[in-house]
């Protein structure tokens, strides 16, 4: 089974400040997937990005940069310089690697809610 | 244009009643699937489809029903509906044959009272 946990409900900072959110996930499968997907207050969800288990190089996309560790099943999301627009809940998933399986189902850690005031 | 859209964005309805959510994708996806948010934000896959087939039927109560008339379109139909169907139901789609990244939709709030 698999299962993914961001033991973080909750972080508040101030505009500017930097914010790492953590995900540890479990699996037993030796090729999966990860994702972060983000959820402004108006409710959609939004694509972040997605990285595969033979990945480890770190990843910036502007003010964001993940960090993944297979040794420590953890695939960490830090928002540098934070800004307002950025308040949104991310979810860490997890879905299993099987290229033969169509439509893999993913599994969603519990969000980590970002507030960054002005 | 609107990659995932689903209709209605709002439903609210009273216990009992049998009710719809539609999904479209224009991005050519093959598979597409539906997900429940509840109140605590929690998101858990209910079905997925692919290419008019279902391929994943987590353990949800026979009154949720998915329709697919072909690859573009994926329906949730819930009967008798009870308190504990209000969510948001989200639905998304992706490339076949991969863990390819799913794109969903803007949610539909249902709420049952």
């Known amino acids: 089974a698999q299962k993914v946990t961001q033991a973080q409900t909750e972080i508040s900072v101030v505009e500017k400040e930097d914010v790492t959110l953590d995900c540890v996930y479990e699996?037993?499968?030796?090729?999966?997937?990860l994702f972060w997907y983000k959820q402004p207050p108006s409710g959609e969800l939004v694509f972040l990005i997605r990285?595969?288990?033979?990945?480890?190089q770190n990843e910036i996309s502007g003010r964001y940069s993940w960090n993944f560790q297979k040794s420590t099943s953890s695939f960490n999301f830090t928002i540098t310089a934070s800004q307002v627009v950025d308040s949104a809940v991310y979810f860490c998933?997890?879905?299993?690697?099987?290229?033969?399986?169509?439509?893999?189902?993913?599994?969603f850690g519990g969000g980590t809610r970002v507030l960054v005031k002005p | 244009d609107t990659a995932v859209s689903q209709t209605p964005k709002y439903l609210v309805t009273q216990m009992g009643n049998d009710k719809s959510i539609k999904c479209e994708q224009n991005l050519g996806h093959d598979t597409m699937y539906w997900y429940k948010q509840d109140s605590k934000k929690f998101l858990k896959i209910m079905f997925s489809?692919?290419?008019?087939?279902?391929?994943i039927n987590e353990t949800v109560p026979n009154r949720f029903s998915p329709k697919s008339p072909d690859k573009a379109h994926l329906n949730l139909h819930i009967n008798s509906l009870e308190l504990g169907d209000s969510a948001v139901y989200f639905c998304a789609s992706s490339q076949t044959a991969g863990s390819y990244e799913q794109y969903f939709g803007p949610g539909t709030r249902l709420t049952v009272t």
């Open positions: 489809y692919n290419n008019k087939e279902l391929i």
């Open positions: 998933a997890l879905s299993p690697g099987n290229i033969k399986a169509a439509g893999n189902k993913l599994t």
């Open positions: 990285r595969n288990s033979f990945d480890e």
């Open positions: 699996t037993r499968d030796t090729t999966y997937y």
